[in-house]
Each structure stands twice: as structure tokens, then as C-alpha cells.
């Protein structure tokens, strides 16, 4: 099959409350990440790889860092005359219209109905993942599912109401629970579908009828029984963010380079916006190990297992171990910073000491002076 006969919706709000922390001044889509990235980089990255040249990124709120991030999509290939990267912001007012997917795909269907693209691909931004969306078309399409669902195998992420899928051996979906907990590994929805566009606009008609906004619940899960779901398994090394601790763990894992080969795979690269920095320039007082440094920082200090961003400044006597410092943050001299993630532009003063641990990391707000 052609795949710029599929288009993409990725949705840059769903899940903000699981990461208050960081998705108070921005969309989770937003959320940087790996030094250089944004969360919303690996789905649209996936989309273009795919050869789909439409996508609409449905936002809610918080989304002006999200629009400065994507710009016109030029770095994605994606700022064209034709089709190429589309807003979809919230119509109308109040939050109860964006309580669910469904709601959210009622505020975009002139959009949908506009398209000649024979499929849609549905995707959530909080899961990071060098995912090659042509075999989940081609899976798609040679099952001859009605809708298709990106699943993975493990222990449930926490705080999110995800699909837990039982499948018969051809792959078809034959029960379905949604829940936030469960007991030892499962399968689990990604949060990633694929279904053609005329049955989307027919299952967000019949919902939004009958006042029902959940696309798992309302719609999933009650045609198990009646209609052809399957299950996809992804093969690709895949990350779920769902709280904080799982946020600093998956910057963590990125000190693996077994984990970088994975992720950045040269065939399918994750492409993000391009920014002209310096190099990162090391002092003769630096002492570096284990971390991802990128450009533009300036460091004077000790850094140890540890990501930084662009343009942190780590000043002379400063330590910092275990910790993830976004961009243009500033770190005094002789501080002392264990399991510490700073959003952009936190100024930690000269012999401040700040220390977290692994499951519960201390969290610095955007533009703080400690």
C-alpha cells in the first residue's frame, strides 16, 4: 500500500496530570527530554519516517511551548504548500470538552471529514520509542483489522487508565479491561491505533450522540465482541513516561549506550528542532563522567551520571550527581546537587545542597532561584 494514505493525529495534552511537575507550563508533548528532545519529537518523528505527510497535533492548554517547539514542521519535512503539519487547538470553551479522546476528536472533525486520507493513525505523546509505524500499517492491513492497537508486554505504567488486552493466536483482541493497577506483567495498550477514517468519524458520530467521551471505554471496549480489534505487538524498545519517577528513569537509561543505539536508529531518525549552539566548552577545573553533555553547556564543576541540556552552566566547586538540569539552568559554585531535575532557567545559588533519591527525585519549577 501507499502510507501517504494514512494520516496522524498525535493528542499533545493526554496525560498532563501525570506529570504535574513539568506539564504545569507546558503540554506533555512538550516535556523535554534526552538533553536535546521533546516527548512529542518520537511520535511525529515515527509519522514522518512512515512516509505520512499530514498531521494534526490536537492540543488543550499550556500549548505555546509546543507551537514555538514545532514551528512551521520545517525540521520534519513537514512545512509544505500541500497538507504538511496542522494546529488543532481547542473550539469552544470549557475544560469538560476535552475530557477524553472522544471529546477531543469532536473539536477536530471538520479536519477529519476535509481529509482524503483512507486511514488515521491515533497517537498519545507520552511514550518514547523508535517505533517503525510502515509494519504496524502493513500489520494492519493484512489482518484485516477494523482497528488496530500498539501494545507492549511488562508491568503496567502507573497512574494511567490503559487497556489490558487478552488475544487469541492470530493476534485478535478477545477481552479487554481498562484499569491503573495490576499484579505481574501484562498486555497493555500503548495508547497508538490505526483504523480507517471513515470508521473513526463513525465511532466519534455514534459516541458524542450518546454523551460518551471515552475512546477505550465507550467505544474498544464495548465492540470486543462485534468488531475486528487486533493487537500489535511492538518489537521496538519502547519507554512509557507516566510519573515523575519514570521520567527521570528514562533521561537515566539514555546513559546506556546499548539504550541510545536502540532509540536512535540511523534509518529512522528522531528528528527535533535545530538550535545553533556552541560547543559544550569543559574548564580546566571540569571533572565528567557518565553523563550526556550537550551543546552550549559550560562546565566549571563535577558532573556524574547526569543529562544536561543546552547551555547549563556548572560553576567551579559545584557538584552534581544523579541529576537532570534543562536548559539555561545555572548551578552556583560549591553546591551540592544529588537527584535534582531543574526545568528551564533555575538558578541554584552559590553552596546550596539539594538531594533526592531515585524513586522521588527533587523537582525545581521553571524559572526558580533556590
Not at 506539564?23 to 515515527?46: C, E, H, K, Q, W
Not at 493466536?169 to 491505533?193: A, C, F, K, N, Q
Request: hydrophobic share 40%; glycine share 8%.
Amino acid at each position: 500500500m501507499r502510507y501517504n494514505t494514512a494520516l496522524g493525529l498525535l493528542f499533545s495534552n493526554m496525560h498532563d496530570d501525570t506529570l504535574p511537575e513539568l506539564t504545569a507550563v507546558r503540554a506533555m508533548g512538550s516535556v523535554p527530554f534526552g538533553g536535546r528532545y521533546r516527548l512529542i519529537d518520537f511520535a511525529l518523528s515515527n509519522l514522518v519516517n512512515a512516509g505520512v505527510s499530514k498531521v494534526g497535533v490536537v492540543t488543550k492548554s499550556n500549548y505555546q511551548s509546543l507551537m514555538d517547539h514545532l514551528g512551521s514542521g520545517k525540521a520534519w519535512d513537514l512545512s509544505r504548500k500541500s497538507e504538511g503539519l496542522y494546529f488543532l487547538p481547542p473550539f469552544g470553551g470549557g475544560e469538560e470538552q476535552y475530557d477524553g479522546r472522544i471529546t477531543s476528536l469532536s473539536g477536530v472533525l471538520p479536519f477529519l471529514r476535509n481529509s482524503k486520507e483512507e486511514y488515521v493513525i491515533l497517537s498519545d505523546c507520552h511514550f518514547v520509542g523508535n517505533i517503525d509505524y510502515r509494519k504496524l500499517i502493513k500489520a494492519h492491513v493484512e489482518s484485516g483489522a477494523e482497528v488496530t492497537m500498539a501494545c507492549l508486554n511488562g508491568e503496567l505504567p502507573e497512574n494511567i487508565f490503559s487497556p489490558i488486552v487478552a488475544t487469541d493466536e492470530t493476534g485478535r483482541i478477545t477481552d479487554m479491561i481498562i484499569t491503573d493497577h495490576s499484579s505481574g506483567p501484562v498486555t497493555y495498550g500503548l495508547g497508538l491505533y490505526i483504523l480507517s477514517r471513515q470508521l473513526l468519524l463513525q465511532f466519534v458520530d455514534i459516541a458524542v450522540s450518546r454523551n460518551q467521551r471515552s475512546f477505550e471505554w465507550d467505544v474498544l471496549q464495548r465492540h470486543v465482541a462485534d468488531r475486528r480489534l487486533y493487537a500489535y505487538m511492538v518489537p521496538e524498545y519502547t519507554m512509557v513516561i507516566s510519573s515523575l519517577a519514570s521520567y527521570f528513569k528514562a533521561n537515566y537509561a539514555l546513559l546506556d549506550a546499548s539504550v541510545r543505539e536502540k532509540l536512535f536508529v540511523s534509518k529512522r531518525p528522531i528528528y527535533t528542532k535545530v538550535r545553533d549552539c556552541a560547543p559544550a566548552l569543559y574548564g580546566l577545573h571540569a571533572d565528567v563522567s557518565g553523563s550526556l553533555i550537550a551543546d552550549g553547556c559550560k562546565i566549571d564543576g563535577s558532573v556524574d551520571n547526569s543529562v544536561l541540556f543546552r547551555n547549563v552552566h556548572v560553576t567551579r566547586g559545584a557538584k552534581v550527581r544523579n541529576c537532570i538540569l534543562m536548559q539555561g539552568s545555572m548551578i552556583g559554585a560549591n553546591s551540592d546537587l544529588d537527584y535534582v531535575i531543574t526545568d528551564k532557567y533555575v538558578c541554584v545559588r552559590e553552596g546550596r545542597a539539594l538531594k533526592g533519591c531515585d524513586g522521588y527525585p527533587v523537582t525545581i519549577r521553571k524559572n526558580t532561584m533556590v
